[in-house]
C-alpha cells in the first residue's frame, strides 16, 4: 500500500505552482493578448462604407488620445451600425491596440443635446473639380528628403512609383502607421518576387514643420525603409494640395498642430502616369504589389 503521506506531499506542490500554469495545463498554452486602451467617443455619423463596413464618424475630442477629427473607423460588430444614418450623433468605445483600432458599443444618442461642431474635411486643392484618371500624367511636384535636399517626383521616372500620404504624429494605427506597415509588407514582398529594383515607395509627410529631415530618418529606420526603394520626404503646402488634390486628397491643419484628413495611395507608371487609387485603408501590401508588377509590365 502506498505512503499516505504523498497525498499531502502531492497537495504541498501543487499549491506551489502559480495559478495561471494550472489555468494552461487545462486550456492550453495561450499567448498574452497584445494590450488595448478603451476611450470614450462621441460624434456625428458622415457615412457608412458598404464595402468595407467602416462608418466615417465626426468625432469630439478624445480625451488623452487625440483632438477631434473625422476619420473610418471598422466596427468590431457590423449589426451595431444598421439602421443608422448620416447625421445621427453616436456614442462608442474607441478600442486602439499596437496594430489595430476599431469601436464597440455604438449607440445612437436620443437626446437632445448639442452635437460636436466639427469642420467638415476640405478638398487638398479646393480649386481643383476633377481629379485625374488612369493614364494621366502626375503633377511633377518638389519634395524634401532625410538629407534635406530637394527631390522631384521626376527624379523617379522609369520605376514604378507608390505614394502614400501620411504624417508621423498621426496617433490612430489604423491611418497612417497602417499604410507604413503595409508599403513595409509590400516591399519585403516585391523583394523576394525579385522586382523591388524597378520599384520606388515614397511616404509623403503632410506635416514639413514636425516632420523634419531628421524625424523622416527617424521613421524611415522605425519601418527598416531600404533607402534605395522607400524613401520618406515632405512636402510643402504648395506641393502637397497640388498633387494631393489630383488624387482627391482631403486635408485640415488643427490649431494644436494635428492633422485631419483621408487616406489616398496612389501607384504612378514608369512614365510619370497616374495607374490606380487606393481609397482608404481596405486594401493589402499584396494588392499594392500586384498593381506595382502590372505596372512595370505595362499591363491595363
Known sequence: MRDPRWISHFLRRVVAVPLTLLLAAVVGHAEPSAP??????RGVLRGIDAQTGQATIAHEPIRGYMPAMTMDFAAANPAELRGLQPGDTLTCWLCVAPDRAWIEGVRKELSTAATPLITPLQPANVNRTVELGPGDLVPDVELIDVRGATVR??????????IAFIYLRCPLPTYCPYLNRNFQAAQSLLVRLDCANQVQFLSVSMDPENDTPARLAEGARTYEADGQRWQFVAAREDALRQLGGSVGLEFQRGRDGWINHNLRTIVIDPQGRLRHVFRGNAWTPQEL???????????P
Open 36 to 41: 488595448v486602451a478603451s476611450y470614450p467617443m
Open 153 to 162: 517626383l521626376h527624379d523617379f521616372h522609369g520605376k514604378a512609383l507608390a
Open 289 to 299: 504589389a500586384a498593381e506595382l508588377r502590372a505596372a512595370i509590365s505595362g499591363q
